[in-house]
Every structure is written in C-alpha cells, then in structure tokens.
C-alpha cells in the first residue's frame, strides 16, 4: 500500500495564530488526497478534496477561508488552519487513494492540533 | 445523505475468543468496504477490504463477509489477542465508483488476557 506522512504529529498553538499541517505521499504520486477530522472518541469526518493544481473540494459546512489546503504537487498537500481558535482543536488525518481501482485509502498518522 | 451504522460501539472478549463486529450501509451503489484498525494517537491502518463481486474475503485471523441484498457487512476476527485491541472502523464508498469514503462510528475492542 501507499505511505502517507504527515508533519507535524502534533502542534499546540496560541487562539488566533495559523498553522499549517503537512501530509506527502512517500512511494506514490497522488493527484487527490483526502483531510478528515476527528474528534475524541468519534469517527473520521471527511473535511476535503485535495486535487493536484486546481481547487479542493470542500464538505458541506466546512469554512473553505479557514481551512486552506494547497496541493502544489503530486507528493504534498498542505492543510493550513488559519485564525485557529480552540474549537478548532482536533486530530487531523489526511488519506490518499491507491490501487488499479484508485479506491484503496492509505492514512497518515495524524497530526493533533491543540489551540490555546 | 448517505451513512453507515456500525455496532457494538464497545466489545470485550476475552483471549482466544472471537470478535464479530456489523455494519450496515444505505447506499446500493456501494461497492467497496474497507476496515480499519486505529490505536490510540494513530492514524487508521487499512487490515481488510471486500468489493461488492465477493461475499467473503480472510486474511489469516480476520475476515469479511457481505450481504450486499441487506446492505450490510461484518468484520470477523478469530483467535484474538491482546494486540487486537483498538478501535475499528467499517467504511464505504459513496456513489459506487467513486472514492470518497463514509465511516462507521468505531467499535472499541478490548481484548481481556
């Protein structure tokens, strides 16, 4: 299968700072990944799309001005939480799809955010 | 919109025993269910998937079944052991073809030397 790492495991952040959360597809060129968001003890909320040169897609109630993703190559999407405010406090995972039928969804270990 | 219902949401078995763990889904044009295995602080690691032209698919200790007529499938783990425990989600596409997933809600599993 793929591997996905992610960057960094985890970050604490000031309320009202941006930060930015790294996700690379190691052996394998992606032209979408996937960010998901999890909170404790709940299951994995599909955020977005990522698609290589041109815009993601974003889920239905998910703030696109506040999660910024940019997918500049077939190797790297980048997840950037901007204004974060403690709400935003969650564990962030991001996916990429794999497979003759491009259905298979390898994962990164995830990066916990903690906004202060 | 689409979903997918997993249960139990807790299970402990002990040692040695079998875990079986169900889910159903509402979308008939589904066709792909992956599980996932998530310890604590990890990402979720891919442990078994079934397409929808199979009814049953193992890989050593664990196997899934399909019933694509009642829409729902089971992850089956047999001989358990401690290293088992951990939180497992069921999946499906959505759309049939396409390659965004719906998750379970997660079934923590403990497993009791």
Redesign the interface.
Known sequence: GAVVSQHPSRVICKSGTSVKIECRSLDFQATTMFWYRQFPKQSLMLMATSNEGSKATYEQGVEKDKFLINHASLTLSTLTVTSAHPEDSSFYICSVMWGGSGTEAFFGQGTRLTVV | GENVEQHPSTLSVQEGDSAVIKCTYSDSASN?F?W?KQEL??????II?IRSNVGEKKDQRIAVTLNKTAKHFSLHITETQPEDSAVY?C?A?IGGGG????????TQLKVEL
């Open positions: 792909y992956p996932y602080g990890k990402g979720p690691q891919l998937d989600f999946a596409n390659n965004k997933l719906t998750f379970g809600t997660g």
